[in-house]
């Protein structure tokens, strides 16, 4: 199946060229037709899926065709729950629309407020905005809505875990009820399905089973170690394996400021993001990541959520998520678009009952690969039977590049 059959124009299958894409991905697939019919979608898709291009590839097609936007109105707004996503989503619409007449622009907070109110004056096609700031805009009367034809709501689950579900309800009432509303998510649990009532009117419904594709495509190692031991053993992993752009998940915006501070130190250089960063330091450090400036990227799951590289190598829990979902999320990081990646995850005993949780979720047992010269000392984390001792390792792009029989295949969880 290609581009050229899914209905879309030629504007758009010249940019999605350009971008280098040749087949659609699953959900593409399916989501682009269901919008290009003007029904409404829910959709269940991780970051990762090429879930962006999914929606905003036919979402310009309709607002290409239709009236110019007036001063201050806003023809399709896309929300998201972080900056980052919210970054990252407008290069997206820009990208794909350059071909056509689409004027889009992106709002959120921690930046000043007037260059905002400047872009929205002359009226745009697309606006992509964090929920609190895009409030922020309407009471300054910044915006106009009476004329919006299309809502997406970008990683809706992650917005209610932030706490956004009364902006978004106070958003909803602002819009026209007569519109097209987008609902992606990561999964549809028993909240996504409260929220979509009364907001999304009978919905096409669109699932990929992304856990499993996912899964299937990243290597997923535990390595038991003392939790006294877990730094020397990142730097021994990425120093052995000459480890680049590594993003590493920290439980706690300290300890990712302590870790990258230590990794530094160690010879690695390393930057962190969450939430107490602004957001120039945020944008700086991404990019540095991006560009190779620096190896190691310490972040908290919130922060890592909008993060967007191309065939991220290698993610590593040097803490364990507290919520095992987080644990899906964090490893839809690597290989992704057709990339094989390594996932591996620092266990010490205290962390035990969440990898159990872990494992109940994906459906399945991971590999434990205990590191020589790391033994745990603490018996409990110990390697339970299934458990190999490995030699030192020297995995470096051959074990990244190993084929899906060496990686455990993961189950979805939906
Ligand atoms: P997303 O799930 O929207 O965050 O997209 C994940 C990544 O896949 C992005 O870097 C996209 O540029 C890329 N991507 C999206 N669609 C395709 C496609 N059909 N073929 C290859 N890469 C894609």
């Given at each position: 199946m290609s581009f050229s059959s899914l209905g879309l124009c030629d504007e758009l299958l010249k940019a999605v060229a350009e971008q280098g894409y040749e087949t659609p991905s699953a959900i593409q697939l399916e989501a682009i037709p269901a919008v290009l019919s003007h029904r409404d979608v829910m959709a269940a898709a991780q970051t990762g899926t090429g879930k962006t291009a999914s929606f905003t590839l036919p979402m310009v097609q309709r607002l290409a065709n239709g009236k110019r936007p007036g001063a201050r109105q806003v023809r399709a707004l896309v929300l998201t729950p972080t900056r980052e996503l919210a970054a990252q989503v407008a290069e997206s619409v820009q990208n794909y629309s350059r071909h056509l007449n689409i004027r889009s622009s992106v709002v959120f907070g921690g930046v000043k407020i007037g260059p905002q109110i400047s872009k929205l004056r002359g009226g745009l096609d697309v606006l992509v905005a964090t929920p609190g700031r895009l409030m922020d805009l309407y009471n300054q009367r910044a915006i106009d809505f009476d004329h919006l034809e299309v809502l997406v709501l970008d990683e809706a689950d992650r917005m209610l875990d932030m706490g956004f579900i009364h902006d978004i309800r106070r958003i909803q009432k602002l819009l026209p009820a007569k519109r097209q509303t987008l609902m992606f998510s990561a999964t549809f649990s028993k909240e996504i399905k409260a929220l979509a009532k009364g907001m999304i009117n009978n919905p096409i419904f669109v699932e990929v089973a992304v856990a499993n594709s996912t899964a299937d495509r990243i290597k997923q190692v535990i390595h038991p170690v003392d939790k006294s031991q877990k730094r020397e053993v990142l730097v021994h992993l990425i120093k052995e394996n000459n480890w680049h752009q590594v993003l590493v998940f920290s439980r706690t915006k300290h300890g990712a400021n302590r870790l990258a501070r230590q990794l530094d130190s160690a010879g690695i250089q390393a930057a962190a993001i969450h939430g107490d960063k602004s957001q120039g330091a945020r944008t700086r450090a991404l990019d540095n990541f991006k560009k190779g400036n620096?190896?190691?990227?310490?972040?908290?799951?919130?922060?890592?959520?909008?993060?967007?590289?191309?065939?991220?190598?290698?993610?590593?829990?040097?803490?364990?998520?507290?919520?095992?979902?987080?644990?899906?999320?964090?490893?839809?990081?690597?290989?992704?678009?057709?990339?094989?990646?390594?996932?591996?995850?620092?266990?010490?005993?205290?962390?035990?009952?969440?990898?159990?949780?872990?494992?109940?979720?994906?459906?399945?047992?991971?590999?434990?690969?205990?590191?020589?010269?790391?033994?745990?000392?603490?018996?409990?984390?110990?390697?339970?039977?299934?458990?190999?001792?490995?030699?030192?390792?020297?995995?470096?792009?051959?074990?990244?590049?190993?084929?899906?029989?060496?990686?455990?295949?993961?189950?979805?969880?939906?």
């Open positions: 620096i190896l190691v990227l310490v972040a908290t799951d919130i922060a890592a959520r909008g993060i967007d590289i191309d065939q991220l190598p290698y993610v590593v829990n040097f803490d364990l998520p507290q919520v095992p979902e987080d644990y899906v999320h964090r490893i839809g990081r690597t290989g992704r678009a057709g990339a094989d990646g390594l996932a591996v995850s620092l266990v010490s005993i205290d962390e035990y009952k969440q990898l159990k949780a872990i494992e109940r979720v994906i459906g399945h047992q991971f590999e434990r690969e205990i590191i020589a010269g790391f033994e745990p000392k603490d018996k409990a984390s110990a390697p339970s039977a299934e458990t190999a001792k490995r030699p030192p390792r020297r995995q470096g792009q051959g074990q990244r590049r190993s084929s899906g029989n060496a990686a455990p295949r993961g189950r979805s969880s939906h």
